[in-house]
């Protein structure tokens, strides 16, 4: 499966860092419940892979993160909502790749 999740820079030609995420595969494992405000919720976690490609200031290097993420069941089909629950999860690891190669310089 790949479905392009993101692109962070439109004109690459001006960026000085360009992102691209691009989803490699997707699965759900068994439901779970959990508690919130005393009501009981059926989770599902919902296993990502996402291979993440960086080209910052003509340095091009990539890197796949796996993430597991808690979706609620009744949002199994609003695939809008989970798309965007990935890449909030997403965005905060590259933040953190970011970083980690910055430091590494």
Aim: aromatic share 10%.
């Amino acid at each position: 499966m790949d479905y392009p999740l993101f692109n962070l820079a439109k004109d690459k030609e001006t960026a000085d860092i360009v992102i691209n995420g691009t989803i490699r595969n997707l699965w759900r494992e068994p439901a779970f419940f959990s508690s919130t405000d005393g009501k009981d919720i059926v989770m599902g976690k919902l296993w990502v892979e996402v291979e993440v490609k960086i080209d910052e200031n003509g340095k091009s290097w990539s890197e796949k993160i796996r993430e597991n993420i808690g979706v609620p069941l009744a949002e199994k089909y609003e695939e809008e909502k989970v798309l965007e629950k990935i890449g909030e999860e997403i965005a905060v690891k590259i933040y953190f790749l970011l970083l980690k190669n910055e430091k590494g310089k």
